[in-house]
T-cell receptor, first 110, second 112 residues
């Protein structure tokens, strides 16, 4: 059974701070990793994807992947109240598309 | 506009009354899938399809059926809905098995 684990939170950070969201996965064969943001009652939307070990930056967002430790993280710099949402880690191990973690709720206070 | 469209957005039905939730994508994607989302359980895959006439079970397929007769459409069928199928349902599509999934707006289903 493929598993993707996230801390449910909430993770509370002040506006302007760095938010760090973490995810671990069980299947060493996992090949692609995604971070989605989901506002309450809305559909998930893609924030970042990463396929290779190391860091990948896109604006205020940085995804980090460590396949040896089976660990993927998302850093949000200069957090804004509009970043308050649930962040879903998703892992793809094969042809059955994505396995999602249960999500981490992020609260950014003004 | 590239999108995944689900209908209806909201549905209240009674136990045992067959229903279909439609899903259509205009991106010519090969892969489509259905998820349900429940509090505390996250997104769980119901069924997925790799191409026309090719479908397979996800993690929670019991009580659901799907079909993929056309590339753009992937309806979810509940032959005899039960209250434990009350949930928020999402359809998603992707170009390939290894690429990002695009989600529909969601269908909130209540079975009484």
């Amino acid at each position: 059974q493929k598993e993707v684990e996230q801390n449910s939170g909430p993770l509370s950070v002040p506006e302007g701070a760095i938010a760090s969201l973490n995810c671990t996965y069980s299947d060493r064969g996992s090949q692609s990793f995604f971070w989605y943001r989901q506002y309450s009652g809305k559909s998930p939307e893609l924030i970042m994807f990463i396929y290779s070990n190391g860091d990948k930056e896109d604006g205020r967002f940085t995804a980090q992947l460590n396949k040896a430790s089976q660990y993927v993280s998302l850093l949000i710099r200069d957090s804004q109240p509009s970043d308050s949402a649930t962040y879903l880690c998703a892992v793809n191990t094969g042809y059955s598309t994505l396995t999602f973690g249960k999500g981490t709720m992020l609260l950014v206070s003004p | 506009e590239a999108q995944v469209t689900q209908n209806p957005r909201y549905l209240i039905t009674v136990t045992g009354k067959k229903l279909t939730v439609t899903c259509s994508q205009n991106m010519n994607h090969e892969y489509m899938s259905w998820y349900r989302q429940d509090p505390g359980l996250g997104l769980r895959q119901i069924y997925y399809s790799m191409n026309v006439e090719v479908t397979d079970k996800g993690d929670v397929p019991e009580g659901y059926k799907v079909s993929r007769k056309e590339k753009r459409n992937f309806p979810l069928i509940l032959e005899s809905p039960s209250p434990n199928q009350t949930s928020l349902y999402f359809c998603a599509s992707s170009f390939d098995w290894n690429t990002e999934a695009f989600f529909g707006q969601g269908t909130r289903l209540t079975v009484v």
